[in-house]
């Protein structure tokens, strides 16, 4: 082992080790062979600033052990102290077909064009179509109600995707009603009426 990655291995566990720090110790570990090491170092690296290229990372240098280390990473997703690195919540948690966990993810999320929610939704219309109703229309209605013309195309976005919702359950009626309903609330914000034709679409 060089002494420049002993250095650095002792480095990784002193308080106040930074992501760059944990990451360049794992690539310089990596470049010398030593596999444990460079895990470590990756390991690091996710606690202090989770992503989702990192979690892949992970996986590449567990091998054989990646089951264990896991539940071990994603136990540090989890933590409240993480909730600032949602968008890698929801990455990691989606590509497990973790659902539940994803949703939680974005349960805070009230950005009103938020992908992050976009992605959960479509991820999570064929197990929770309920949430995906429930959440969308909270979130259109917002916007509709708001009166803010350029922010109608989201809202219709929204709308999209309780529809699929409903069709999922085999509420067409149901749908048809809200739709109805929608319309003779808005039906005065003509720039709406025009975007909600979208809605008739297949």
Known sequence: MSEALKISQIGLSLPGCTYEFASWTSDLAKGVGDISTA?????????IVPS???YANVEELAGEIWSEVKQDLLQVLREPKNWYHDYAK????LHEGLIDEAIE???KDSYYR?????RVMEAAISSRPDWVIDNAQ??????MNSGKADRYHEAVKWLKKVKVGYFQLGQQ?????YHLELEQEHGRKRK????????NKP
């Open 114 to 118: 938020s992908e992050s929610v976009h």
């Open 52 to 54: 989702f290229e990192d």
């Open 173 to 177: 009626a149901e749908w048809s009603a």
């Open 90 to 93: 929801v990455d990691i948690f």
């Open 105 to 107: 993810a974005v349960r």
């Open 138 to 143: 909270t979130r259109a209605a917002e916007i």
């Open 192 to 199: 709406l009426m025009e975007l909600f034709k979208q809605l």
């Open 39 to 47: 895990l470590e170092a990756s390991i690091v690296a996710f606690e």
